[in-house]
């Protein structure tokens, strides 16, 4: 009863998002599972976890998926907060823990 999320009513919203891949977690066909969190404040609104329906040759490249994947999901995320009438402050930063991955998509921008 004393724990729980809490969630402010600042607007506009701040949203945050993280994202990481289990590479090759599933022994039996060695694919991978990706997930993703994002939040507003401290409070997580939006997540997934799924398994990647390819099997990736590294863990660069089911971590650059896996980030993509969340990349399309923050931009679904946005729209539809728009269309609810909520403004968001700024770009939704989505953090990841994989420094290839990282320069990856800096190279990409």
């Not at 600042?10 to 599933?26: F, H, K, N, S």
């Not at 990349?71 to 770009?91: H, M, N, Q, T, Y």
């Amino acid at each position: 009863m004393d724990c729980g999320i809490l969630y402010k009513t600042t607007m506009p919203i701040r949203l945050e998002g993280l994202t990481d891949v289990d590479w090759a977690g599933y022994k039996a066909d060695r694919r991978s599972t990706s997930g993703f969190v994002f939040s507003h404040d401290s409070g997580a609104i939006y997540w997934s976890s799924k398994k990647q329906p390819i099997v990736p040759l590294s863990s660069i490249e089911a971590e650059y998926r896996g980030a993509a994947v969340a990349a399309c999901e923050v931009i679904w995320l946005e729209r539809i907060l728009k269309d609810l009438g909520v403004p968001i402050k700024d770009p939704t930063p989505l953090f990841c823990d994989n420094m290839s991955n990282i320069y990856l998509a800096w190279k990409a921008y």
